[in-house]
Nanobody, 117 residues
Framework: QVQLVESGGGLVQAGGSLRLSCAASGRPISSVFAMGWYRQAPGKQRELVARIIIGGTTNYADSVKGRFTISRDNAKNTVYLQMNSLKPEDTAVYYC??????????WGQGTQVTAAS
């Protein structure tokens, strides 16, 4: 059974930083096909923020390039999202997502990020 648990969200002032963590259990992230972060603000669609693809390739939404960095620690079976220079428009619930080859998507419960103006 796969479980993804996010942590690290909170309230910060605009310009501040947060680091989100997504701890996976049940399967090793070293063999994941894709794993990353999505976010959803009230009244808006869920959007991809950052993702790591098998082999180490990373993808970022244009709105966060240069400010957010996704990384992983295979020993801890955890993926991180370092968020710097946070803006009010970054305010959303952030969800961890993972997919292994031959499996469906798995989602975490979400963690709230609020960047106050």
């Amino acid at each position: 059974q796969v479980q993804l648990v996010e942590s690290g969200g909170g309230l910060v002032q605009a310009g501040g930083s947060l680091r989100l963590s997504c701890a996976a259990s049940g399967r090793p992230i070293s063999s994941v096909f894709a794993m990353g972060w999505y976010r959803q603000a009230p009244g808006k669609q869920r959007e991809l923020v950052a993702r790591i693809i098998i082999g180490g390739t990373t993808n970022y939404a244009d709105s966060v390039k240069g400010r957010f960095t996704i990384s992983r620690d295979n020993a801890k079976n955890t993926v991180y999202l370092q968020m710097n220079s946070l803006k009010p428009e970054d305010t959303a619930v952030y969800y961890c997502n993972a997919r292994w080859v031959g499996s469906a998507d798995y989602w975490g419960q979400g963690t709230q990020v609020t960047a106050a103006s």
